[in-house]
């Protein structure tokens, strides 16, 4: 897949989670194009490894990730000029009170603890997907030469 191409970016290491956000938003017709990376440093990599590319709308990002986790690349994302208004939604299981105050304090975008329940999953990522990607108006580049 071209990343020129990307909307979304999903960093989530659980393969039955991702499987089930893939299938809920492609039968949804949220998004088609969906990169996935299954660990912190392949999101690094993805994000800022190749030089500049089209970076993508929304990036769904699961915190416990193997080799960098998911709070050291929420604080690489929102501290570089390039990728901060990227809007972060970290879907987690998580429930420590650490975990969110760190998110919110490095800027994510918002905060969502997987629901265990099937149905409930499901719905939860429908409705994100929505959100985000379809009725949420994302910060675009301004170019203050041409203001």
Same mark, same amino acid.
């Given at each position: +897949?071209?990343?020129?191409?990307?909307?979304?970016? !999903?960093?989530?290491?659980?393969?039955?989670?991702?499987?089930?956000?893939? $299938?809920? !938003?492609?039968?949804? $017709?949220?998004?088609?194009? /969906? $990169?996935?990376?299954?660990? @912190?440093?392949?999101?690094?990599?993805?994000?800022? @490894?190749?030089?500049?590319?089209?970076?993508?709308? &929304? /990036? !769904?990002?699961?915190?416990? &990730?193997?080799?960098?986790?998911?709070?050291?690349?929420?604080?690489? /994302?929102?501290?570089?000029?390039?990728?901060? +208004?990227?809007?972060?939604?970290? &879907?987690?299981?998580?429930?420590?009170? =650490?975990?969110?105050?760190?998110?919110?304090? !490095? @800027?994510?975008? =918002?905060?969502?603890?997987?629901?265990?329940?099937?149905?409930?999953?499901?719905?939860? /990522?429908?409705?994100?997907?929505?959100?985000?990607?379809?009725?949420?108006?994302?910060?675009?580049?301004?170019?203050?030469?041409?203001?």
């Amino acid at each position: +897949m071209s990343t020129d191409a990307v909307e979304l970016l !999903l960093v989530e290491d659980n393969p039955s989670d991702e499987e089930l956000t893939l $299938h809920v !938003l492609k039968k949804n $017709h949220l998004t088609n194009r /969906i $990169h996935v990376v299954r660990d @912190g440093a392949e999101a690094l990599e993805f994000l800022f @490894g190749n030089g500049v590319r089209n970076l993508p709308k &929304l /990036i !769904l990002l699961d915190l416990k &990730l193997p080799k960098v986790n998911g709070i050291e690349v929420l604080n690489r /994302i929102k501290g570089d000029d390039r990728t901060k +208004m990227i809007p972060v939604v970290v &879907l987690t299981s998580s429930r420590e009170d =650490s975990d969110l105050v760190t998110c919110y304090q !490095l @800027g994510v975008n =918002s905060y969502i603890v997987k629901p265990v329940d099937f149905a409930q999953f499901t719905e939860s /990522i429908r409705q994100l997907g929505l959100y985000w990607l379809l009725l949420n108006e994302a910060a675009r580049k301004f170019d203050q030469k041409t203001a």
